[in-house]
């Protein structure tokens, strides 16, 4: 069984770049733009354990900013697996990690994030088994 454990430094600046985006967008009170890129952040993080629970956290405390309480009741249990279900390498792939969505659902993937696992050298994953 192989274990994830490191984001290619290739992909990590992406990772960043998300939720840099995503607290600018916080500073503009632009919530829309802000969900936007945690969710971008999930996607592109949720194969490696350490970007897939930060992802989690984030998206917990913007819950808690907005005072939603099923996101933030979502959340929680989202982080505490999350990270390991990442380390084990099973994931659903293309999941944007919201509450609003089943958290074993796998969904696709967008062009834009396909674009961003090209760029970085990653495979484009269809399944689990198709992360590097």
Same mark, same amino acid.
């Not at 500073?27 to 629970?53: C, F, M, N, T």
């Given at each position: 069984?192989? @274990?994830?454990? %490191?984001? &290619?430094?290739? @992909?990590?600046?992406?990772? %960043?770049?998300?939720?840099?985006?995503?607290?600018?967008?916080?500073?503009?009170?632009?919530? *829309?733009?802000?969900?936007?890129?945690?969710? =971008?952040?999930? *996607?592109?993080?949720?194969?490696?354990?350490?970007?897939?629970?930060?992802?989690?956290?984030?998206?917990? +405390?913007?819950?808690?900013?907005?005072?939603? +309480?099923?996101?933030?009741?979502?959340?929680? &249990? =989202? @982080?505490? +697996?999350?990270?390991?279900?990442?380390?084990?390498?099973?994931? &659903?792939?293309?999941?944007?990690?919201?509450?609003?969505?089943? &958290?074993? %659902?796998?969904?696709?993937?967008? /062009?834009?994030?396909?674009?961003?696992?090209?760029?970085?050298? *990653? =495979?484009?994953?269809?399944?689990?088994? /198709?992360?590097?």
């Amino acid at each position: 069984m192989k @274990l994830y454990t %490191r984001m &290619p430094a290739s @992909l990590q600046p992406f990772f %960043r770049e998300a939720l840099d985006l995503h607290e600018q967008a916080m500073l503009h009170k632009d919530l *829309v733009e802000a969900w936007h890129q945690l969710e =971008r952040a999930h *996607v592109i993080g949720q194969a490696y354990p350490y970007q897939h629970s930060k992802a989690h956290w984030k998206m917990l +405390v913007f819950g808690c900013k907005i005072k939603n +309480v099923n996101e933030i009741l979502g959340q929680i &249990p =989202r @982080l505490l +697996v999350g990270g390991v279900k990442s380390f084990v390498g099973n994931i &659903p792939v293309g999941n944007t990690g919201g509450a609003n969505v089943p &958290p074993m %659902r796998s969904m696709p993937i967008h /062009d834009e994030i396909k674009t961003i696992f090209i760029q970085a050298g *990653v =495979r484009i994953p269809r399944s689990t088994a /198709d992360m590097k």
